[in-house]
């Protein structure tokens, strides 16, 4: 199994970034996206399960943020709007199992991370 994240960037506050995870190998799961800014702890953003296909959201991001997943390219997304200069972390996509929710000991294959900047 694999996690290969991508999209990260620099953007200016109020603007938009999609980030990706690609995952190979397995079917069933729950993909979490978390974030970790410079001194401070990982931080829970959101996740979504792949069977059902729903959703649960950080209340720093609700409403701003969306996960999707695309089937066909076993993939899914994080799509941030109205992205602000606190949003600035390295983001991470992670794989949990069915029952994994918003903790990072829940989840046990990581992806790279993915620098996402956001300019004030």
């Known amino acids: 199994v694999q996690l290969q994240a991508s999209g990260g960037g620099l953007v200016q506050a109020g603007g938009s970034l999609r980030l990706s995870c690609a995952v190979s190998?397995?079917?069933?799961?729950?993909m979490g996206w978390f974030r970790q800014a410079p001194g401070k702890e990982r931080e829970f953003v959101g996740r979504?399960?792949?069977?059902?296909?729903?959703?649960y959201y950080a209340d720093s991001v609700k409403g701003r943020f969306t996960i999707f997943r695309d089937v066909a390219k076993n993939t899914v997304y994080l799509q941030m709007n109205s992205l602000k200069p606190e949003d600035t972390a390295v983001y991470y996509c992670?794989?949990?199992?069915?029952?994994?929710?918003?903790?990072?000991?829940?989840?046990?294959?990581w992806g790279q991370g993915t620098q996402v900047t956001v300019s004030s």
């Open positions: 979504i399960r792949w069977i059902i296909g729903d959703t």
């Open positions: 992670a794989l949990g199992s069915m029952s994994s929710s918003n903790v990072a000991s829940e989840y046990t294959l």
């Open positions: 190998g397995v079917l069933t799961y729950t």
